[in-house]
T-cell receptor
Framework: GAVVSQHPSWVICKSGTSVKIECRSLDFQATTMFWYRQFPKQSLMLMATSNEGSKATYEQGVEKDKFLINHASLTLSTLTVTSAHPEDSSFYIC????????????FGPGTRLLVL | AQSVAQPEDQVNVAEGNPLTVKCTYSVSGNPYLFWYVQYPNRGLQFLLKYITGDNLVKGSYGFEAEFNKSQTSFHLKKPSALVSDSALYFCAVNDYKLSFGAGTTVTVRA
């Protein structure tokens, strides 16, 4: 099946710094990617939809200035957590559907963020 | 709005016994239903999906699920569970965006 990678797999940062997480579709193109957040032993909550060549669409309650999303190419989307605080510590997962197969999404391995 | 519900937080079974993880859905129109599995500190792995057609869907690792329109259910099943099946399982519905159930933790004891 299709492969989605994320980098880094985990990151520890100081409060107030910004952290960038990359999501790449390795063997297919993705005009759309999705970013999720997951707290321990909880479900995935959709944060935003990343659209190649246009602005991301954020879910209600997600601060767009806090979580900057850039979909620079058909294989890369980035999520930047700006001025991170301890409450931003979480597991961030991206997914991408294959073009023409919108119902089938492939998930990245996730990025564990710990803000001290 | 499309949604799915997983009524059980945890399911515990002995190895070799049948495993069932329950999911019910609420959708308008024809649902696109999915099952994913997540191992600790990992992303989600696709198990199977129902789009249309045969109500019994076979997926990865010996799992299958039955779409039941009258009961609005899409339960995940495996005839003989393995210890390695211990993980977090998510049911999801896709209406352009995926909406996940709360998840069910499966523990298979040796």
């Amino acid at each position: 099946g299709a492969v989605v990678s994320q980098h880094p797999s985990w990151v520890i940062c100081k409060s107030g710094t910004s952290v960038k997480i990359e999501c790449r579709s390795l063997d297919f193109q993705a005009t759309t990617m999705f970013w999720y957040r997951q707290f321990p032993k909880q479900s995935l909550m959709l944060m935003a939809t990343s659209n190649e060549g246009s602005k991301a669409t954020y879910e209600q309650g997600v601060e767009k200035d806090k979580f900057l999303i850039n979909h620079a190419s058909l294989t890369l989307s980035t999520l930047t957590v700006t001025s991170a605080h301890p409450e931003d510590s979480s597991f961030y997962i991206c997914s991408a559907p294959e073009v023409g197969l919108i119902e089938t999404q492939y998930f990245g391995p996730g990025t564990r963020l710990l803000v001290l | 709005a499309q949604s799915v519900a997983q009524p059980e937080d945890q399911v515990n079974v002995a190895e070799g016994n049948p495993l069932t993880v329950k999911c019910t859905y609420s959708v308008s129109g024809n649902p696109y239903l999915f099952w994913y599995v997540q191992y600790p500190n990992r992303g989600l792995q696709f198990l199977l999906k129902y789009i249309t057609g045969d109500n019994l869907v076979k997926g990865s690792y010996g799992f299958e699920a039955e779409f039941n329109k009258s009961q609005t259910s899409f339960h995940l099943k495996k005839p003989s569970a393995l210890v390695s099946d211990s993980a977090l399982y998510f049911c999801a519905v896709n209406d352009y965006k995926l909406s996940f159930g709360a998840g069910t933790t499966v523990t298979v004891r040796a």
